[in-house]
């Protein structure tokens, strides 16, 4: 009876039974599944029934749980992480940004970022390039940063890691592309080093011509330079990324590619002093150097410039009207004449030249170009008709000028029908008899016997000249070069009230006077087009002056010459 009475409670005992042993089961899964979490130890408890035993085993309660919980749910950032460089833990995600974003404010108008190309460096900052900067996904990142229930162990060995050693979101601040772009390429234009062909040069130095070597040039890969300034950081110094571009035309190629075109050279040994030294001023100073590109007309009077009291140029003879006249910068038509030759020897097309009134004696008459800037500009021009630029060399030594023309050989120019070019000794075609009889003026103011040639009686002449063209030291063609006109002149002179015979033709010094008839410039004179200069018109008529105290010297000697006629 008392055995049966007991029986009842075996069913309850059996669900007990099933119940810890399902306990027990999970507990042992859970430490296999996640051996990183450290669970308290289960209890065990023992049921006596009967004289049986039963023990049942109940686990801890999980205490760590709640800890956990708190770290992956928190609303604030972990202590340790910082964006951009600013500590944010224990800030809210608004009170983050509202600490950060001053900051990168400041970032953005301080950022400054290096360029180096070769010795050059230039900054780009955003003073001048406007710049853009996006924090939210930094800020989204770090509040993110630990919410993934990996086990109390390991997230508690990651919370302390970032307390201890930090962990920072960073913010890239980007300068605008479009504005970044044209910056580039302003540094591009600015900085690129164009390759340069080797050439010849003029060397003050030794003044001649030398050759100048090539350079290789240098191009910037703006693309490659735009996106390393998009993923830079202030205070970076960034190599422009560079291409080498080579000359077309190497050194090797152009040591015997130019050549001494022409050269001319004249003698000014027995000339004074300062129209040595108008002519040494006139070749040294501002023509030797002068460089003349394909096409481009040369101006005798652009290059010298208007003579004047300026301190370089001096008072010598120059020719007026049939007579020899002081004028500053006189002499300086011995630097035409002499170019004249070299450029019509150097195959350039002569675009205006004209001869003096009278004749001179450093060039064949028939081979002179005058030139005057003062008064009725006559000038003499021509034009580079060269495929290349040639140079001018000039060289005054105080006894003789000498004037070379360089550039690419005139076989080449020639395009292989000649390689020089002569100019023959001009021909006299006509002579011309002044018009009228001499001139005797009776000045009372001057004593008995007196006489003073203003103007000497001479005759004028045309000459033609010719330009010849050889190859290989042959004449394969010639042509008209030019005519020249020398006008006469009729004499005139000054004589005392009883040198009324004609005087002797003993030299005097000439000196100008009111009484000259203007003489009418030669029908052939050569006009250029208004384009190229304007229309000389020869100042003929003597301005007066106060005749000499005693007999003049004769004035064809010295030969001087120049600014006038």
Not at 545 to 553: A, I, R
Request: aromatic share 6%; with cysteine; charged share 25%.
């Amino acid at each position: 009876m008392k055995m049966k009475s007991k029986l009842w409670l075996l069913p309850l005992l059996a669900v007990i039974l099933i119940l810890c042993m399902a306990c027990g089961s999970g507990a042992d899964r859970q430490v296999e599944a996640d051996p990183r979490t450290a669970a308290p130890a289960p209890t065990e408890e023992t049921i006596h029934i009967g004289s049986d035993e039963i023990s049942i085993v109940t686990p801890e309660p999980d205490l760590h749980r709640d800890e956990m919980n708190a770290i992956l749910k928190r609303t604030t950032m972990l202590e340790g992480v910082t964006i951009a460089g600013v500590d944010v833990g224990g800030l809210t995600l608004d009170e983050a940004r509202a600490k950060v974003l001053p900051v990168l404010d400041q970032k953005k108008s301080d950022l400054r970022v290096n360029v180096k190309l070769g010795d050059v460096t230039e900054t780009f900052s955003s003073e001048t390039i406007a710049v853009s900067y996006s924090a939210d996904a930094a800020l989204n990142e770090a509040f993110q940063l630990v919410r993934e229930d990996t086990g109390y162990e390991a997230v508690s060995q990651e919370v302390a890691s970032i307390k201890a050693n930090g962990r920072d979101f960073p913010v890239a601040l980007t300068f605008d592309e479009s504005a970044l772009r044209a910056a580039v390429d302003a540094f591009a234009e600015k900085n690129e080093v164009k390759p340069q062909n080797a050439t010849i040069a003029y060397s003050k130095e030794i003044n001649d011509v030398v050759y100048v070597p090539d350079v290789s040039g240098t191009t910037v890969d703006r693309e490659a330079l735009v996106t390393a300034l998009l993923s830079a950081k202030s205070g970076d110094t960034i190599e422009a990324p560079a291409m080498i571009q080579e000359a077309e035309l190497k050194l090797a190629d152009i040591e015997s590619r130019y050549v001494k075109r022409s050269t001319m050279t004249t003698s000014y040994s027995k000339s004074n002093k300062n129209r040595k030294e108008n002519i040494r001023h006139g070749a040294m100073d501002l023509l030797t150097g002068t460089v003349v590109h394909p096409g481009e007309v040369f101006s005798m009077n652009g290059c010298l410039g208007v003579r004047k009291n300026d301190g370089h140029w001096k008072l010598a003879t120059a020719y007026q009207a049939g007579k020899h006249v002081p004028e500053y910068g006189g002499g300086v038509c011995q630097i035409s004449s002499t170019l004249y030759n070299a450029a019509v020897k150097a195959d350039m097309e002569i675009v205006f030249r004209q001869n003096h009134s009278m004749y001179v004696d450093y060039v064949d008459r028939g081979s002179d170009a005058t030139i005057n800037s003062i008064g009725n500009i006559i000038d003499f021009k021509f034009k580079n008709s060269s495929k290349e630029d040639i140079i001018i060399v000039a060289n005054a030594n105080g006894k003789t000028l000498t004037i070379d023309i360089w550039g690419i050989p005139l076989i080449e120019d020639s395009n292989g029908e000649y390689d020089e070019i002569r100019i023959p000794k001009p021909v006299k075609t006509k002579t011309i008899k002044p018009a009228g009889e001499v001139v005797y003026e009776v000045d009372p103011s001057k004593p008995v016997g007196y006489k003073e040639e203003v103007v000497k009686n001479r005759d004028g002449a045309v000459y033609e000249s010719k330009k010849e063209y050889y190859l290989n030291g042959k004449l394969v063609k010639s042509e008209k070069l030019a005519t020249s006109t020398y006008k006469a002149y009729k004499g005139y002179y000054i004589v005392g009230p009883s040198a009324t015979e004609a005087p002797s033709e003993s030299p005097v010094t000439p000196t100008p006077s009111s009484g000259d008839t203007p003489t009418t410039p030669p029908a052939d004179t050569p006009t250029p087009s208004p384009a190229d200069t304007p229309t000389p018109t020869p100042a003929d008529t003597p301005q007066p002056t106060t005749p000499p105290s005693e007999k003049p010297s004769d004035p064809s000697s010295p030969p001087d010459d120049g600014g006038g006629e």
